[in-house]
């Protein structure tokens, strides 16, 4: 299936990788960027990140058959349903977004839950911006796909394929699931990370190795973005960092109590589940 | 200079290491490797990590001129004792510990002062074992040399253009000073990845991404081995864990109070902090 017309609304890293690969494997006969910076659209267009690119949303949204919100979390509703006044009345409406539960909420109220299928790819990064972009972004990396309860079979499909035809790897959810598991996986290390790179006086930065820079990179993330996510999902995420702070706790209570036997059964417990991933590294 | 015969107590990664620059570079006309198990150290002849193996320490480590004890750190001592017995009577001792005050304490008992002057490099990897050892291993790695007042300044200067032979660049530090920043840089670090690898039930770990791989990396090292750490240093590791739970209860205390302004203060004082440093991916 080749579309007639994409509209990418925010033409950063992923937005500009979803154009990219749309363009060089020629999935779409247009592919329009809508950004606030024209500079930046520029940029993208250059990059052949996207065909043409407009600040006018009503402009870039006109007559396409697929939209899709690369905007931070919090916007999305918002641009979502301006782009849906002016799309094809059967446009597929999908997102980037980092959580799922409270949106899918929003586009309800908004009246687009027949049109939205809400997704999620795993391809973040501590890099920003459509200079970073690649058409391999998601190449075998996993997509979460959200419908709901009101998602048509044929919507869902739909948002299937587009995921597929980029070559990213499939994981179909609940809104409620996914975000209850990226609180643990995603949310939970970036919090995590921030607080141990908080932890560090500036005197001590200079003598960290591989260690420290690898369980703090994400910690360079855009605190603005981040706080949406945290906002958006933040009953989840104050329940994983408080069984964090459970187990924090059991550690601060073996080492006090110098018990290097339960010390060492904490340390296995976290090799076990480290080692059943292997030992990917990062794509940033 | 040249020396005549290294001694290598433990041929693994960092052993191993050490062994192939030595031999690769001309700067030993002998490396001689001790380890408990024969065929490894009949692997690691075949790597050129060591010219000779032996698991007997007096044989290895006998005329040695120079024996730099890469064991568990718990053991540095007691090899370190035994090799001084039949290695030269100037012979250098060094190490690549990963704590120090304790270990300067006890070789100090030992007599070993005027030998023994400690160093820890920070090339340290989740691989482990003499097949991952490379020549380049330590090139433009930090190693800290942790002279005490007992330290003659040749002894210092020997330790130092030992290290500098293999491309290390070089910080000198207090045992003291040593142990407290790396309670913070080193052992806070897998103390978190372990804890946050603990916190992700299994089921969920198919759903993880770049960023808790990332953070939750050196979790992977070998339990025995941090065990030892984390009890060598257990005091100023208590220390920064107590601090690091202090910043954890202020997040959490912001995100039950959805005070999200509070939220991005803190990302973006770990973000402040992390982006000192720059986005160097790890060695391992």
């Given at each position: ?7 990418i ?15 060089q ?6 592919v ?6 024209s500079?930046k ?8 990140a ?11 949204a006109?007559?396409?058959?697929l939209?899709?919100?690369?905007t931070?979390v ?7 349903a ?25 586009l ?33 990396r ?10 048509k079979?044929l ?12 070559s990213?790897?499939?994981?179909v959810?609940?809104?409620?699931e ?10 939970l ?13 500036e005197?001590?930065?200079k ?17 603005e973005?981040?706080r ?12 994983a ?12 209570q ?31």
């Open positions: 299936v080749v579309w007639n017309r994409v509209c609304l925010g033409v950063g890293l992923l937005g500009g990788s979803i154009g990219m690969k749309l363009i494997s020629r999935l779409a006969k247009e329009v960027g809508y950004g606030r910076d500079e659209l520029k940029q993208a267009v250059v990059l052949k996207i065909d043409t690119g407009s600040t006018s949303l009503r402009e870039a006109s007559g396409a058959d939209v899709v919100a690369c931070p919090q916007q999305i509703p918002e641009v979502l301006a782009a849906a006044e002016v799309a094809d009345s059967q446009a597929l409406l999908t997102d980037v977004g980092s959580t799922k539960s409270t949106l899918v909420e929003q309800s109220k908004l009246g687009l839950s027949d049109q939205f299928v809400g997704s999620h790819p795993l391809a973040g990064s501590d890099r920003s911006g459509v200079r970073h972009a690649t058409a391999k972004l998601f190449e075998d996993l997509v979460m796909v959200t419908p709901t309860k009101d998602t079979p919507r869902l499909q739909q948002t299937l394929d587009f995921w597929q035809s980029l990213a790897r499939l994981h959810m609940s809104p409620i996914h975000d209850e598991a990226m609180a643990v996986t995603s949310h290390p970036h919090v995590v990370a921030s607080i141990l790179a908080a932890a560090t006086p005197s001590l930065v003598l960290t190795g591989t260690g420290w820079q690898d369980t703090t990179r994400i910690a360079a993330g855009q605190p973005l981040w949406q996510i945290l906002e958006e999902n933040y009953l989840p995420v104050l329940h960092l408080q069984n964090f702070a459970t187990i924090s706790a059991d550690w601060i073996a080492i006090e109590a110098k018990d290097f036997t339960r010390v060492e059964q904490l340390l296995k417990s976290g090799k076990l589940i480290r080692d059943s991933v292997g030992n990917q590294h990062s794509s940033g």
